[in-house]
């Protein structure tokens, strides 16, 4: 059965400090892979997708996220966080859209 | 680009009462609608798939009495939660797939946040 892991539940970084939040996934095959974004009250926002590729996938906001199948991850990253990206994410697993349990990220000024 | 629309944003009813949520996809077709509950700073939980012109397979756990939902066209679902209690009280979330574009995700509605009194 397909699932995700979000190991982090919170992280805390001061802006323009570099983030990464981790994703796993248990799944048979290749996943398709989601990274969304979702302020308080507030629905979703895709960052980024992979299905297939380069393993190297861009996002909106200056997000990133590599594919590593060797470790089962689908990490995401930022080079530099700004305040506005304070908000809860998810990873997501397989097109019936499996969520991970969400990692809140605080930035501190 | 696509767009899901979830009316209402907000609704606060009392206990025992019924309350519709409509999804409707804007501006493409959706074979497929998802609905997701998600509980305050709790990720979101896949409550069922609804299909066009046929019944919503529903997910382990989630009463499909209670949670009605149909699918009678290609640009609209409807969730239904019946006699509604405050332990329903949740934001609901629906998601739907874009016919055309088979390997492109989701699109998601806005949610609605349900209060029961």
């Known amino acids: 059965a397909q699932s995700v892991t979000q190991p982090d539940i919170h992280i805390t970084v001061s802006e323009g400090a570099s983030l990464e939040l981790r994703c796993n996934y248990s799944?048979?095959?290749?996943?398709?892979l989601f990274w969304y974004v979702q302020s308080p009250g507030q629905g979703l926002q895709l960052l980024l997708k992979?299905?297939?590729?380069?393993?190297l996938v861009q996002g909106i906001k200056g997000f990133e996220a590599e594919f590593k199948r060797s470790q089962s991850s689908f990490n995401l990253r930022k080079p530099s966080v700004h305040w506005s990206d304070a908000a809860e994410y998810f990873c997501?697993?397989?097109?019936?859209?499996?969520f991970g349990a969400g990692t809140r990220l605080t930035v501190k000024p | 680009g696509a767009v899901v629309s979830q009316h209402p944003s907000r609704v606060i009813c009392k206990s025992g009462t019924s309350v519709k949520i409509e999804c409707r996809s804007l501006?493409?077709?959706?074979?497929?609608m998802f609905w997701y509950r998600q509980f305050p700073k709790k990720s979101l939980m896949l409550m069922a798939t609804?299909?066009?012109?046929?019944?919503?397979?529903?997910e382990q756990g989630v009463e499909k009495d209670k949670f009605l939902i149909n699918h009678a066209s290609l640009t609209l679902s409807t969730l239904t939660v019946t006699s509604a209690h405050p332990e329903d009280s949740s934001f609901y979330i629906c998601?739907?797939?874009?016919?055309?574009?088979?390997?492109?995700?989701?699109?998601f509605g806005d949610g609605t946040r349900l209060s029961i009194l």
């Open positions: 998601s739907a797939r874009d016919l055309r574009r088979g390997n492109q995700p989701q699109h």
């Open positions: 799944y048979g095959a290749t996943p398709y």
């Open positions: 992979y299905f297939s590729g380069d393993t």
């Open positions: 997501a697993v397989g097109r019936d859209m499996r």
């Open positions: 501006d493409f077709q959706a074979t497929t």
């Open positions: 609804s299909n066009e012109g046929s019944k919503a397979t529903y």
